[in-house]
């Protein structure tokens, strides 16, 4: 595996190349053109330029997270072909400069779902949080700004402004479809996209739902292993594979995470790696926050998790997820740097210990 950490581009982030540099056994970003929309193409021009300026700082790309999927295609709207014309032209520039690994995600509307952005936590930090009971009492409009008021100023991704504003007709957008037809449009962009992926070698990682079930009505699909093997299978491409993240299938408790690891062996070609704290596990109740990415701060056993990746023989690149502001930092809430260098770290000593007592067998 390749220690990695999230950027989103020196004119959005708060964490500069320079300090993630800094942190032991990070060698590369993952990172986007934060500034595109949905539907457009990537210039080449735009891609080597972001390229050359991650290479001065001594750390290279490792892949993009994300480039997101245009609404019509999710939708299947008659004028898909000419989103994924776009997302093929996308693909082929960024193999060409040498990207071979692409997260995105095909949840409708929302991208993450989070109740609290700013949860206190026991330590005086703060931290993302969801409660069952705050998402029944609202709306989505409500929750946006919501969300918005504690977001530091930072644009988060998956909740745009701009796209926040054309919620009520995306939720129109969406009145038709439900998993079903889901699960038949992404078919239909995972056949359209692989013959490009076969030719610039690109592994194609679709992020899980987050959390791990329905919102607001809408269809998710991404949730579990069922769907997940479902996909593997409809589109039986190396190249189709996942974002393996703990904290996203985490949300839901049946999902067994390290079962989940061994069973897409061969196919996550990126994983995002935290923890997650329940409070309360009564549906309808349900209550849980992230927590600092130690096993015994939270409800995971991140050693297991670790450990089913490597048995797997997992080489592609991990990133430690979301962490909690600390130590007083304001950035964009989830990703500071600090409390995820406290998460690169501490996980790149559990794939030590796990490499050499395994060699030593
Ligand atoms: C949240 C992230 C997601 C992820 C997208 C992938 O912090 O893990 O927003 O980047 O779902 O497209």
Redesign the pocket.
């Known amino acids: 595996m390749e220690m990695t950490m999230?950027w989103f581009g020196s004119k959005f982030d708060t964490v500069t190349l320079k300090q993630i540099r800094q942190v032991p056994g990070v060698t590369g970003v993952i990172t986007t053109l934060y500034d595109t929309t949905p539907g457009e193409v990537w210039s080449r021009e735009k891609i080597k330029a972001l390229k050359d300026e991650v290479e001065a700082s001594g750390l290279h790309i490792s892949g993009i997270?994300?480039?997101?999927?245009h609404d019509a295609i999710k939708v299947g709207t008659p004028d898909r072909d000419l989103y994924i014309d776009n997302y093929i032209q996308t693909l082929e520039n960024l193999g060409l400069e040498g990207i071979h690994m692409v997260?995105?995600?095909f949840?409708p509307v929302f991208?993450?779902t989070r109740t609290e952005l700013a949860r206190k936590l026991a330590d005086g930090s703060t931290g993302l949080a969801y409660s069952q009971e705050a998402i029944d009492r609202i709306t989505p409009e409500n929750m946006f700004e919501e969300i918005s008021k504690d977001s530091n100023g930072a644009v988060?991704?998956?909740w745009e402004p701009e796209r926040m504003a054309k919620i009520k007709e995306l939720f129109e957008m969406y009145s038709t479809i439900d998993s079903e037809k889901l699960f038949a449009n992404l078919k239909y962009f995972l056949e359209r996209i692989m013959p490009v992926c076969d030719k610039y070698d690109i592994n194609m990682a679709?992020?899980?739902?987050?959390p791990a079930w329905s919102v607001f009505g809408l269809p998710r699909i991404i949730i579990n292993k069922a769907n997940i093997l479902r996909m593997m299978k409809m589109v039986d491409n190396p190249h189709n594979g996942v974002?393996f993240?703990s904290?996203?299938y985490g949300t839901n408790l049946e999902n067994d995470l390290p079962d989940m690891i061994r069973s897409l062996k061969g196919r996550i070609h990126f994983a995002?790696v935290r923890n997650l704290k329940f409070n309360c596990t009564e549906p309808g109740h349900l209550d849980f926050e992230e927590a600092p990415h130690l096993s015994r701060t939270g409800s995971f056993d991140m050693y297991e998790i670790m450990k089913a990746l490597y048995e797997i023989g997992f080489d592609g690149p991990i990133r430690p997820?979301?962490g909690r502001m600390i130590w007083d930092e304001v950035a964009m809430p989830?990703?500071g740097l600090y409390d995820r260098a406290l998460g690169a770290t501490y996980l790149n000593g559990l794939w030590e210990a796990i490499e050499k007592s395994s060699t030593r067998k």
């Open positions: 999230r997270e994300s480039v997101n999927i997260c995105y995600n949840m991208d993450w988060l991704p998956g679709i992020h899980p739902d987050d974002t993240c904290g996203s995002h997820d979301h989830g990703y």
